[in-house]
């Protein structure tokens, strides 16, 4: 008679918030120790509670990178003048938001985090805790007129890294349905591959394209955004 | 036997966390996919928890803002030098403060959160996350006595548009009684829609003075916080 | 068959997570609306989370107000200087996390938080998240060597706050039996209210002795430390 | 029929979110009151959720460590000199990471919290988050060529520091099966034991060997991130 957070996972039995699924193919010993699988799965509770302080610490340390105009006589100026860094922090913001949504329907149908799981995700936390340093080195480009392709690309290989990894995790869970809950059927993964793929083939383009025309590869990165709040079809929250 | 952490939604029938009510009215197609409605709603636990962990982040920054004085000869001196950055972080918290705690009520009557709901709500932090620039240049501008009028105005747009996107997701939420719980009537739905457009005129009239007269469209804001802490009647926690 | 974060309050009636105790006396009348004892109360697990989210940034934050060497030549002899920066972090931070603990303790017998407790909350936390502030105001005192009176009051000063504020709270839930749960006898509240009593004189006598000797003050400030870690008589965790 | 954040304790009757189980051996009077053990069992929930706030915080706060290079004319250049503070943000964000998973599993099996473990676990986090200054110290001495083995030494104590509060923490837990819940056998808290005191001998033996090699000291710490991601044989996540 009650709900909790994070929710459920799909896969629990009634009542059993996690279980002991680890596969038990032996895969090599370590100093005599068979290691079985990747350990012990363990409910992604504190896996998702983790992760989202991350992504909500990166997006709102973005703010730091803007430093107040020191003339305060001409503070509208001043004020205008940092356009770069208002786009940037912008855009940052929401493709971090982005990430976050996404996470969020990832964690849903994963029912249980191996060390795998525990590994690849903390390697995508690296990644976005990353990405308050790209915002910086994208606005003071921009502000400066100097190295904006270099920034440009910078800014999107963290994020195309951040993509990668989300292929990752969650190609690791659906083979051979390793980890993924009864909420999802194969064709609602495959639905979600294709748009974790396409968010790929996205950020890459737009990367390169900004090694080129800068302006233009972050326009390309900028539409992104809307188009990843449009649902995924055949993927629903939960059964 | 328990509770928990976000609270159980209105809306949720016993037991279950959250359900997939997405509205069932295609509304466009895009690359073949019929896109219905604004897609699965999900529980907003995990929405109400980064709004939350934001909400904290940002209200801890605004000390960042203040530097310690470089002369410790005249400490006393120096720290009272300061006023105008202990006045814009009481200001900037305690409204961050009353956005929190009106986003609590808000999301105590919400009982789910689709694709809409959630870019509306990142939309609301982009902007939370912004206010310890906002504060630090207010308490630039008055520490230098330049530039008062325009950093009154920026700081209360900042509020602004936060009291306009507040309208905007309980409006949509309302409309239709689309995502609305059942812990709320029509009559307690309108005077939380009441205070909403309150604020905005507030906020908005506080704004439009400071543009004219700095110290009084401060007042104005300041005068929203006690006002703001009065409970909203006929606006119950749950049922 | 459950258990939740944060753990389900006292005074709950099974599997019912808050409900509408708001106080029956109307006080006062605003704009026509009769305006009923501070509000419906609420499950405080929001709160708790929020104040646990400042809390554990404001700590975090404290190492930010220590800067690195500039020379590298000598960095034994530069991390060595920075011992006033270490101190000052170490004490605050033990500092806050007593306040954590004790509210860990408060919290857990107050069943729930209406708008005055949600009100003096908010001052409580906007006193926290000012600390690392005053730590760095320490710090730089003792490094200089001036202004060490200047800044062991200040410090002292928003540590007393702090006690204040939790007295107030505690009373303010206490009066009449308010909002304590089941979980508390009289006595064990009467040696809550003893403990956070003590710790305002504690505090108030290290700040006072402070202004007269930096060093004496401090080391009384500093034994609170650990005589708080003590259990408290009479109070237990849930019954 | 819910799960929760954190997840039930293994120890906890069904149902009970946790239980009063402080010792009942007195040990100290104090004032006239009589202290029995170290106080009331609390669940650890807050203590984990706390303890996950500033694990999470103090990696992202890494990231302010790297300032952006001021000569945007050769970016990609400026870019590229930074190199010592990412590997320093890389190995500080890993270690912490694993510093993060070995308190998962460690609180997996700690049924309560008395105020010992409360205690201890602050120290811990008090060293946690002085990391982000560890590193920035040792980022600034490989970037300038001087200072490396002050700097590894430094980095590698705090560390070290941290595997001896985990030793403590977990020894005391242990001890006569204080605190430990029933989902671990004495085998599985073994190797346990056996893993947290490699951790000490391996950040040890690093450190020593970098106040020699600074370069070699690093590898030797770098090399045990991948080790601790193997799964610890005998510990299963519960029952």
């Known amino acids: 008679m009650s709900t909790s957070f994070p929710p459920p996972r799909n896969g629990a039995a009634g009542g059993v918030p996690s279980s002991n699924v680890g596969d038990e193919v032996a895969l090599a010993t370590w ?21 989202d302080a991350v992504f909500a610490i990166a997006v709102t340390l973005l703010v730091l990178e803007i430093r107040p ?32 949504a996404n996470h969020h329907i990832m964690f849903d149908h994963i029912r249980g985090a191996d060390r795998m799981v525990l590994f690849l995700n903390t390697l995508l936390l690296m990644d976005i805790a990353f990405l308050p340093f790209a915002a910086s080195v ?6 400066d007129g100097h190295g904006q392709r270099t920034a440009v690309v910078f800014h999107g290989l963290a994020f195309g890294v951040a993509a990668v990894l989300f292929n990752a995790i969650w190609d690791y869970a659906r083979h051979g349905n390793r980890l993924l809950g009864t909420g999802i059927d194969a064709e609602g993964a495959r639905a979600v591959s294709r748009r974790f793929r396409l968010a790929l083939v996205w950020l890459a383009t737009g990367t390169l394209l900004g090694a080129l025309l800068p302006v233009l590869g972050m326009a390309v990165i900028a ?8 649902p995924i079809r055949g993927e629903v929250a939960r059964p």
């Open 69 to 100: 105009p020191e003339d305060t006589r001409h503070l509208l100026h001043g004020l205008a003048a940092l356009w770069p860094s208002y786009l940037a922090y912008a855009i940052t913001f929401l493709l971090i938001g982005q990430v976050w």
């Open 138 to 143: 994208l606005a003071g480009a921009f502000h």
């Open 31 to 51: 100093g005599g120790a068979v290691i079985r699988g990747f350990g012990t799965d363990r409910d992604p509770a504190r896996l998702v509670f983790f992760s």
């Open 223 to 230: 539409a992104f955004i809307p188009y990843y709040w449009l």
